[in-house]
């Protein structure tokens, strides 16, 4: 079993829509926890840390669910700069980060 | 320019041949990183620096592989006698120590796309 899991997708949704992403991840160790945003062809961008508390920003929301060991990312009205691959990111403690495969996002006009 | 810079940002090569890459990461950053990102997943973790030590390597990190950060600064990743598996992007990424569970999380290169042929 992968240490974070996702939904590779791909998920086509059409424009104006929410769309949700969940994770799960096996290390109740774990510390920290992100979403990491992937355009095709280039190189991870920090989208977000995910707070225990919940976080917003803009028309993304995070949430952290310690007991159940899963993460979810929601994003409200969606947009065409939306499509990408959306990565769960966590840190278990030590000193380096795990990426899970990622979930492919397309928005439909 | 004071993000992460690995060069070149894309290297074709004959199966068997050697290859290194460079990453500079940001100045204040001690800690350094190397992964791999095949299609399709995420990127894997291959090895990690802080400061001139590598403290940790991946079983990934095959004897073929070897990294080098020397002074601390900027690190190399070699690729002996490669083979068409090695074909991905390798990536670098840079954090600083205080953050000492990367709260702050990393900041990528724009990677190197080793394509063997």
């Known amino acids: 079993r992968k240490e974070v899991e996702q939904d590779p997708g791909p998920f086509n949704v059409p424009e104006g829509a929410t769309v949700a992403f969940n994770c799960t991840y096996s290390n109740s160790a774990s510390q920290s926890f992100f979403w990491y945003r992937q355009d095709c062809r280039k190189e991870p961008k920090l989208l977000m840390s995910v707070y225990s508390s919940g976080n917003e920003d803009g028309r993304f929301t995070a949430q952290l669910n310690r007991a159940s060991q899963y993460i979810s990312l929601l994003i409200r009205d969606s947009k065409l700069s939306d499509s990408a691959t959306y990565l769960c990111?966590?840190?278990?403690?030590?000193?380096?980060?795990?990426f899970g495969t990622g979930t492919r996002l397309t928005i439909i006009p | 320019d004071t993000g992460v810079s690995q060069n070149p940002r894309h290297k074709i090569t004959k199966r068997g041949q050697n290859v290194t890459f460079r990453c500079d990461p940001i100045?204040?950053?001690?800690?350094l990183y190397w992964y791999r990102q095949t299609l399709g997943q995420g990127p894997e973790f291959l090895t990690y620096f802080q400061n001139e030590a590598q403290l940790e390597k991946s079983r990934l990190l095959s004897d073929r592989f070897s990294a080098e950060r020397p002074k601390g600064s900027f690190s190399t990743l070699e690729i002996q006698r490669t083979e068409q598996g090695d074909s991905a992007m390798y990536l670098c990424?840079?954090?600083?120590?205080?953050?000492?569970?990367?709260?702050?999380?990393?900041?990528f290169g724009s990677g190197t796309r080793l394509t063997v042929v």
């Open positions: 100045s204040e950053h001690n800690r």
């Open positions: 990111v966590c840190n278990f403690g030590n000193e380096k980060l795990t």
């Open positions: 990424a840079s954090s600083p120590l205080r953050d000492r569970h990367l709260q702050g999380g990393y900041t």
